[in-house]
Each structure stands twice: as C-alpha cells, then as structure tokens.
C-alpha cells in the first residue's frame, strides 16, 4: 500500500487530454512538500517528467503539466499521443518517515 | 553527459548477501546524493535509502524494509556509490535502480539503468 495513491489506470484516445491524480496526507503534500512525476516506458527506466510540482526538464514537451492544491496533485497530458503510453509515479517527502521519499503505486495510461 | 551505471546484479540464495554498484560519469559526484530505488516485479517503485554527500556530512538513511540489513556507501574517488544488501529475502527480488538524488528539492533527476537481483533458492 503506497503513502501516495494514484489511480491504477487511466485511458484517452490520441488527441485527448488525461489528468492523472496522486493523493497525499498532511506528512506529505499537504504539509508542503512537492510533488514529481516520473514517466515509466515498457521496458525502461524511469525518467524525470516533472518537478517541483509544475517544473519541466529540458526535453519534455510542454504537453505535459502538473499542479498541486491542498493534499493532491496532477499531472495533466494534452494532445495524447501513442508513445505516451506508459507508467506514471507522483514523489514526495514524507516527514513521518526515516528519510523517505515517497511514490505512488503508479498509473498505467493506455492510448486508444 | 551524466550518466549512472549499476552492476553487480545477479542470482543470490535467501540469507545470502550481495554488493552492487553504481559507477557515475558526467557530474561532480562528490557534490551530490545518491538514492537506490527499487522495482519489484510487475509492481511499482520503493525508495530504498540515501546516501548524502561530504557536505551535507555523507549521511544515510533506509527505508524501514531494508533497515538493518541494506548499507549504503560511497567512494568519491572511484565516483561510485555502492549498495551492501545482507540477509536477502525472496521479497529483496527487483530491479534495483541507482539515481542522483537532489537532497533540498528531494527528487531523482537521473536514473541508471537498473540492476536485477533475484533471491531464490
């Protein structure tokens, strides 16, 4: 059971636009931290998507977009393309935990 | 171009230990942290720990499944950090990946490409 909860699945048809949720507590997002997102492709390593909540790196089209309000966060996808296809974790900080940062179980977004 | 590259991964019995590394290229490794990050079959990711740089006092910290039994340390001059797991369990079975972990910001902007350890007798 993750720290963070994300829906397990989300779907859209090329073009659309999908929102991807991650919900948090009051040792998390709510109590400030950011949130990231991480994009997963089949068969590869995770790669920084978003940070700082509403952060690009340099190379992610700016299809991609995240928000953060209260205890939750988004990643928004607009004009839903094949290759987008893919696992998507929220991260966070935890400070009721040694250390940690936390993830959510993942969301796997499948193209029409 | 910053790059991180894990090896030491393999097969290993219940009980048993194993050591994998993570060998960086690119960066000043001295003046970042490194996190593992795990992924076990099919399922999601797990921070498994941290291990600062000289500056920030080159601390550590675990997740609480692997605490007492993962160490994580780091040798500046080889810029490799490694991950010392002891007392393996079947659920110990992932991908481990090795990540540059931004310590103020707490996220990964650099991932490895990720090393299988499978426990199993």
């Known amino acids: 059971q993750s720290i963070l909860t994300q829906p397990p699945s989300v779907s859209g048809a090329p073009g659309q636009r999908v929102t991807i949720s991650c919900t948090g507590s009051?040792?998390?997002?709510?109590?400030?931290?950011?949130v990231h997102w991480y994009q997963q492709l089949p068969g590869t390593a995770p790669k920084l998507l978003i940070h700082g909540n509403s952060n690009r790196p340099s190379g992610v089209p700016d299809r991609f977009s995240g928000s953060k309000s209260g205890t939750s966060a988004s990643l928004a996808i607009t004009g839903l393309q094949a290759d987008d296809e893919a696992n998507y974790y929220c991260?966070?900080?935890?400070?009721?935990?040694?250390?940690?940062?936390?993830f959510g179980g993942g969301t796997k977004l499948t193209v029409l | 171009e910053v790059r991180l590259v894990e090896s030491g991964g393999g097969l290993v019995q219940p009980g048993r230990s194993l050591r994998l590394s993570c060998t960086a290229y690119g960066f000043m490794f001295g003046d970042d942290a490194i996190s593992w990050v795990r992924q076990a079959p099919g399922k999601g990711l797990e921070w498994v720990g941290i291990?600062?740089?000289?500056?920030?006092?080159?601390?550590?910290e675990y997740a609480a499944s692997v605490k007492g039994r993962f160490t994580i340390s780091r040798d500046d001059s080889k810029t490799t950090a490694y991950l010392q797991m002891s007392s393996l369990k079947t659920e110990d079975t992932a991908v481990y990946y090795c990540?540059?972990?931004?310590?103020?910001?707490?996220?990964?902007?650099?991932w490895g490409q990720g090393a299988l350890v499978t426990v199993s007798s």
């Open positions: 009051s040792s998390n997002i709510g109590a400030g931290y950011d």
């Open positions: 991260q966070s900080y935890d400070n009721s935990l040694s250390g940690s940062r936390v």
């Open positions: 291990i600062r740089s000289r500056a920030y006092g080159g601390t550590t």
């Open positions: 990540v540059r972990d931004l310590v103020v910001m707490a996220y990964f902007d650099h």
